[in-house]
């Protein structure tokens, strides 16, 4: 959540922060409400300060035999409750509009994200291998995984409706392996690993930044609950209104769970496939880093996901996501994006963001170190992907098909599928 206290001393730095963003977010419009509760405060307190005079006053009163005019200003507290309650009141609906308004504010970028208006200003900072020189035709996942009987988007549709994908025998194996092999690559790098439900009410969901202004991308439920569409909803909100001691940051954190969108407004979007789907399979990294320490952690999350996609052996790019391109929640993003071969391009694979205290102030998330400051402050909060398991079925079979219509298995999964070398 945005910090009230930025838009009320520095209201130009965020308005410049919303057009670098292109977002549309009204500084005024807050700036007025801010006023006004600022108004109302005053007048609360006021009238407080004189209900206590007049309250002092009557037992005075009442101690030197002046009954009448104790009982006037008896009636005097009466009207000036029923006037401060009535200022509560207005108090009340002005904080909740300007919450309600700072919660559908994106976070200022910080400041080494480069300005731009679309994904065409990313900015590439590395790439790693070399994406593989077929001598044939190769065949897109969709083509190939129906082919060797082990995806199945007809049946998806028959049992859900369109983009849900059913996966089947070596399909299944596949991808469970995946998950298996990137779950012990993050426990071995000192990752905790969590089991979580796939199901969030509105307050957790609020807290990372889907609610209220995503509400349309969720499946929901009757109860009021929401399929999650990540892992870091829950990861992130295991701590929620806590406070951690200092010595136990960072903390790394890790899950598989499936994930859910609507995609609401992206159909013909990479709606082919695996890419974009409606349920999908996802391990998530989650950070909680001291402030002079997240843009540390975030590089260190990064280089945690790179290596995933290097020990199987895929190339990549790495770019920093410009200002206007940027997810709402994230102060920094890099986008991991690996070569598939149908696309004759990269792909997002992964996108690793420091959201700095923007998730932590709307969870109430803090830390405290002994005898470094009193009280607590807010930590920063980051997650990615390592990786979204989905793509990285897809890239497996399109970098490792043969001409034969066979699928190499890459050695690091080997011995998660029985130490199978080969799909076919």
Not at 9 to 26: F, G, L
Not at 157 to 165: C, E, G, N, Q, T
Not at 176 to 199: K, S, V
Not at 390 to 412: C, F, I, M, S
Request: aromatic content about 8%.
């Amino acid at each position: 959540m945005l910090d009230a206290k930025l838009v009320r001393d520095n209201p130009e730095a965020v308005r410049t922060a919303m057009a670098n963003r292109n977002a549309e977010w009204d500084v005024d419009a807050f700036l007025a409400l801010d006023e006004r509760r600022r108004s109302l405060i005053g007048q609360t307190e006021a009238l407080q300060a004189r209900r206590n005079e007049a309250s002092k006053a009557i037992g005075a009163l009442m101690k030197d035999g002046k009954r009448d005019e104790a009982e006037a200003a008896k009636d005097e507290v009466r009207q000036v409750n029923e006037s401060i309650a009535a200022l509560e009141g207005d108090l009340a609906a002005v904080e909740a509009e300007s919450r309600e308004l700072l919660l559908v504010a994106p976070n200022p970028p910080h400041e080494s994200v480069p300005v731009g208006a679309s994904e065409d200003d990313n900015v590439e900072v590395r790439r790693w291998g070399t994406p593989p020189a077929f001598d044939y035709e190769p065949k897109a996942h969709w083509d190939l995984g129906p082919d060797l009987g082990i995806i199945d988007f007809e049946r998806g549709v028959k049992l859900a409706k369109s983009r849900f994908v059913v996966l089947g025998r070596d399909g299944a194996r596949l991808n469970r392996a995946i998950i298996n092999f990137m779950l012990e690559a993050h426990a071995d790098a000192g990752y905790t690993e969590w089991a979580l439900p796939a199901l969030a009410n509105a307050e957790t969901l609020t807290g990372t930044g889907q609610l209220p202004k995503f509400e349309d991308d969720l499946f929901k439920t009757g109860e009021g609950l929401y399929l999650i569409p990540t892992a870091e909803v829950q990861l992130t909100n295991l701590h929620r209104d806590e406070v951690l001691e200092g010595d136990t940051l960072p903390r790394h954190y890790c899950a598989h769970t499936p994930c859910f969108r609507e995609e609401a407004g992206s159909a013909g979007r990479d709606t082919r496939g695996m890419i974009r789907v409606h349920q999908f399979d996802k391990v998530e990294l989650v950070h909680f880093a001291k402030p002079e320490e997240s843009m540390g952690s975030l590089e260190k999350m990064v280089a945690q996901a790179e290596s995933i996609l290097q020990r199987l052996g895929l190339a990549y790019r790495t770019i920093v996501l410009c200002t206007g391109d940027m997810g709402f929640g994230a102060a920094k993003t890099y986008d991991i994006e690996v070569w598939l071969p149908s696309y004759d391009g990269y792909k997002e694979i992964s996108s690793c963001s420091n959201c700095w205290d923007f998730q932590a102030r709307r969870a109430a998330i803090k830390y405290r170190d002994q005898g470094e400051f009193k009280g607590s402050r807010l930590l920063h909060t980051l997650n990615g992907s390592g990786l979204a398991v989905g793509r990285t079925l897809a890239a497996v079979l399109e970098n490792y098909q043969n001409e034969d219509g066979t699928v190499t298995v890459p050695e690091a999964l080997r011995p998660y599928l029985g130490g199978q070398e080969r799909i076919g």
